[in-house]
């Protein structure tokens, strides 16, 4: 049995994830077709080798060929990676001094702060966007405080738009950015920020020299879960961007569902994944330096 513990991850990513892409980036390489499935070609495994012979043969790289010479999938790809990006630089800015807090509360606090923190995920995820809409519109409550408080004359214009989309992704993703930083500074030794005030520093130099280097694999961390999945974000562009809001997530719903364009929303997923692996790989490659230089 103990022979089989190291197995059982290798073959979980190879069912889970490796089949799936495979799976994803051969409907990809097909033709559209009205039938079932809805593509060719269709291997057929009683052809024997002859059959892989036609199979491989009618594969081809036109849906990619699409995605590079449309406008319409640049344009998605260059807005989802955008707003992710902008997005994440946003958490990263409010979830530093939220974590920062946090870590320097009391002990006794802390649990209580980490659970005020994860309270809205136990509600759906779609009512708490809808809450949103509810919040942003002309008439909504935003606008309304701010009209009775005298700061604005008329209504505010943000739902659907991409600044709506933004707060949407700020508000969705926060508890992701928050926890990892919170994780790395809790084990950071209190006596490195003293030691460094005995010097001389400032509290805004003790933050910048120490406290932060010291946060950056939580910081690093905490950046890839926040835009890895909201570069294929579909909820928060499709209820709060309206039809302006382009993104490979919308792209990829529209391909599926309303084109039943199956290969053309492979070869979007698939460009999807190469977003975000990336960023990924660049991480890796980052520890792999660091990892050397300690040595």
């Known amino acids: 049995m103990k022979r089989l513990l190291p197995v059982l991850p ?13 799976l ?19 291997l057929d495994w009683s052809a024997g080798i002859e059959g892989w012979g036609s199979f491989l043969e009618a594969l081809d790289f036109s849906n990619f060929e699409t995605l590079a010479s449309d406008v319409l999938y640049r344009d998605a790809a260059l807005s989802s990676v955008t707003l992710a990006a902008i997005a ?15 870590a320097r509360a009391p002990e006794r606090w802390q649990p209580r702060l980490v659970a005020l923190l994860i309270v809205p995920f ?11 809409i509810a919040i942003l519109k ?12 005298g700061l604005i004359a008329r209504p505010l214009e943000i739902l659907n738009s991409q600044g709506a989309v933004l707060i949407g992704l ?24 003293e030691a460094a005030a005995d010097l001389g520093a400032g509290p805004t130099r003790v933050f910048w020299t120490v406290t932060l280097p010291l946060a950056r694999p939580g910081l690093i961390a905490g950046a890839l879960l926040c835009f890895v999945p909201m570069v294929g974000e579909f909820i928060i562009p499709d209820l709060l961007g309206g039809s302006d809001t382009l993104m490979l997530g919308r792209v990829l719903w529209s391909e599926f569902f309303s084109n039943r364009d199956w290969p053309l929303a492979s070869a979007v997923a698939i460009l999807v994944l190469v977003l975000v692996v990336g960023p990924l790989i660049l991480f890796r490659e980052d520890e792999a330096t660091e990892r050397e230089a300690g040595r």
């Not at 290798?10 to 495979?22: D, E, H, S, Y």
């Not at 409907?27 to 009205?34: A, D, G, K, R, W």
């Not at 008439?139 to 009775?148: D, F, I, R, V």
């Open 88 to 102: 994440t630089a946003i958490l990263a800015l409010i979830g530093t001094p939220i974590a920062l807090a946090m």
């Open 122 to 132: 136990w509600t759906s995820f779609l009512i708490r966007i809808y809450a949103w």
């Open 10 to 22: 290798a073959l979980w990513l190879t069912a889970f994830v490796l089949l799936p892409v495979i």
């Open 170 to 193: 700020t508000y969705a993703y926060l508890p992701f950015m928050v926890l990892p930083l919170y994780a790395v500074l809790t084990k950071l030794d209190p006596r490195l920020p």
């Open 138 to 149: 002309p008439e909504g409550l935003l606008s309304a405080g701010l009209m009775k408080l």
């Open 24 to 42: 994803t980036l051969k409907i990809s390489l097909s033709t559209p077709v009205t039938a079932q499935p809805p593509y060719l070609p269709v």
